[in-house]
């Protein structure tokens, strides 16, 4: 059960406004990342929330991934993002993976500021 457990918080996103209230966008970004990555995608879900009156609506996404989990929470609001990687070691060591994931969506967010967290899990 030993892996690693990746997450950042993403704000001022310089990103186009799709990437972020976009479902559509959004969920092909993050599977094109995984793929590229070198994971393997085993199912996915994403969900868009009401937009309020004068702004964009944000999502939450997930994707089962057979090492594991991506999770992508957006607010167009305040052009923020959380991300959640998590991949398990157990037939191979996929933190490079993990780390090529994370660091492809930071990439596509453009974020001015980022805090990360980087966890070995099961040591």
């Given at each position: 059960m030993q892996g690693l457990h990746l997450t950042a918080d993403l704000l001022d996103c310089a990103c186009s406004d799709a990437l972020l209230s976009d479902l559509d966008a959004l969920a092909a970004a993050c599977r094109a990342d995984t793929v590229a990555a070198g994971l393997t995608?085993?199912?996915?879900?994403?969900?868009?929330?009401?937009?309020?009156?004068?702004?964009?609506?944000?999502?939450?996404?997930?994707?089962?991934?057979?090492?594991?989990?991506?999770?992508?929470?957006?607010?167009?609001?305040?052009?923020?993002?959380?991300?959640?990687?998590?991949?398990?070691?157990?037939?191979?060591?996929?933190?490079?993976?993990?780390?090529?994931?994370?660091?492809?969506?930071?990439?596509?967010f453009e974020p001015r500021r980022v805090t990360r967290n980087r966890l070995m899990r099961g040591v």
């Open positions: 995608l085993v199912s996915e879900l994403f969900h868009r929330f009401p937009a309020p009156p004068d702004g964009l609506a944000g999502i939450t996404g997930v994707l089962l991934l057979a090492e594991s989990h991506l999770a992508v929470h957006t607010w167009p609001e305040v052009r923020g993002v959380t991300l959640d990687a998590y991949v398990c070691n157990y037939s191979a060591d996929n933190s490079a993976r993990a780390e090529a994931l994370v660091a492809a969506l930071l990439a596509r």
